[in-house]
């Protein structure tokens, strides 16, 4: 069985489709790499990308991804609500079945020390990946964002970077490449513009905040759709189910006058979480992959293809 890492590249541009064609373009000329979701978002003017690779070609396609975003992206004329360091922002290695947080770490290394020597941008590891505490956290590596490291790199001892100069690059600013579990971006829409009501709503659920444990959030405005978006990273949504946290936000909107106009998922989600919803609002008794029409289908195309080649 092929072994393969999740990678999930966040892109400093959501506007511009052509740039993010060329960025996956990147990427699947790698051998093994193949992208299953591009998500882009105007009024974030941020992309994610979600690709897998077999582990001894990761550090290659996530080099030429962040070499084209570099190429592509100029940080000095960039704006959009999402906080953000650089044309790459985030790189995350997401280790899958048999492959090793481990594993993931050391490529997270040897991806940073090659972006960093060779394009020269600063990089910052985080989560599993980090060198001290305090960069385990993403959020202590992006706060005061691209225009605020500009200034502080350069005497800010917390800001030396793990990897590349010791000085910003005005382009394509910093990178953060981690290592880390699986996790559901999620995010919730809410017909208001009032954003005051947004930040409470995000910390009543945010652990930081005294909210959910595993849960990382922020309010947005969205210009767009002139709502405010509850912005979600559920970082383990086995011990805290999207479920859980939807009917906290539910009650909390009661409670300030405002309603729910949709959600979103951002990237891929786990069949386990979308199990957990399934289970919880409809009540159905032993739900699992076996009543999923399109998983039969695909055991039964295993079998097939496992018989066939039993026959040479």
């Not at 079945?97 to 941008?121: F, H, P, S, W, Y």
């Not at 970082?235 to 859980?244: E, G, H, L, V």
């Not at 998983?295 to 080649?309: D, G, P, V």
Request: aromatic content about 8%; overall charge neutral; glycine content about 6%.
């Amino acid at each position: 069985m092929t072994r393969l890492i999740e990678c999930v590249p966040n892109f400093s541009e959501g506007r511009r489709p052509e740039v993010i064609r060329a960025i996956a373009q990147a990427i699947i000329g790698v051998k093994s790499a193949e992208v299953l979701d591009i998500h882009m978002d105007i009024d974030h003017n941020r992309s994610v990308i979600t690709f897998v690779c077999e582990p001894e070609f990761a550090v290659e396609a996530g080099f030429s991804a962040i070499q084209k975003a570099a190429e592509l992206i100029d940080m000095t004329t960039h704006k959009g609500v999402h906080p953000r360091i650089g044309a790459c922002d985030v790189f995350p290695f997401v280790p899958l079945d048999d492959v090793t947080m481990d594993e993931a770490v050391k490529l997270a290394n040897r991806l940073g020390q090659k972006v960093g020597k060779e394009l020269q941008i600063p990089i910052y590891l985080y989560e599993f990946a980090a060198k001290t505490p305090e960069r385990q956290d993403l959020a202590n590596i992006r706060r005061g964002q691209y225009e605020g490291l500009c200034q502080s790199i350069s005497y800010d001892t917390s800001k030396v970077p793990d990897y590349g100069p010791t000085k910003i690059n005005l382009k394509s600013g910093a990178t953060a490449i981690g290592a880390r579990g699986p996790l559901i971006a999620f995010n919730v829409f809410l017909a208001t513009q009032e954003k005051s009501i947004g930040t409470k709503i995000a910390n009543a659920i945010s652990e930081s905040k005294g909210g959910f444990k595993f849960v990382k959030s922020l309010a947005f405005e969205i210009r767009s759709k002139n709502q405010i978006q509850v912005s979600m990273n559920l970082t383990n949504y086995q011990k805290t189910p999207i479920s859980r946290v939807f009917e906290t936000i539910k009650s909390e909107t009661e409670r300030y006058g405002v309603k729910i106009v949709s959600s979103e998922i951002v990237g891929l989600i786990p069949f386990d979480a979308v199990a957990d919803v399934v289970n919880f609002y409809l009540r159905v008794e032993g739900f699992s992959k076996e009543k999923v029409l399109e998983e039969k289908l695909k055991q039964i195309t295993a079998k097939s293809n496992s018989q066939s080649i039993n026959k040479f």
